[in-house]
């Protein structure tokens, strides 16, 4: 079973940048599909962006507008998700998420393993 772990949350200012860590338990993290989720208060969990077990594919959540980068390092066991001219309605608990099909899907029901989050604060 493997364990994630997440960093790189914090207080940041707003058109400030972001970047996340995902940090996996195991040496085949190349094994999992992998995705990022976020909760922001008062609100559902939400599908940010999935990365399939090479890194080759990755897709987004339309709401994101674009704004999201996601992207692995399976020699690192590291996942990571990248944003720049961060905006207000950031600010969340970030997830990230493993499974071991091929394709991860943008719900929270297709992933079998979570981390415990990270919180991004965007203030002004």
């Known amino acids: 079973q493997v364990q994630l772990v997440e960093s790189g949350g914090g207080l940041v200012q707003v058109g400030g940048s972001l970047r996340l860590s995902c940090a996996a338990s195991?040496?085949?993290?190349?094994?999992?599909?992998m995705g990022w989720f976020r909760q922001a208060p008062g609100k559902e969990r939400e599908f940010v962006a999935g990365?399939?077990?090479?890194?080759?594919?990755?897709y987004y959540a339309d709401s994101m507008n674009g704004r999201f980068t996601i992207s692995r390092d399976n020699a690192k066991n590291t996942m990571f998700l990248q944003r720049n001219s961060l905006k207000a309605d950031a600010t969340a608990v970030y997830y990230c998420?493993?499974?071991?099909?091929?394709?991860?899907?943008?719900?929270?029901?297709?992933?079998?393993?979570w981390g415990q989050g990270t919180q991004v604060t965007v203030s002004s």
């Open positions: 998420a493993a499974t071991s099909k091929y394709y991860g899907g943008n719900s929270v029901n297709d992933y079998d393993y």
């Open positions: 990365i399939t077990r090479s890194g080759r594919n990755t």
């Open positions: 195991e040496r085949t993290i190349g094994s999992y599909s």
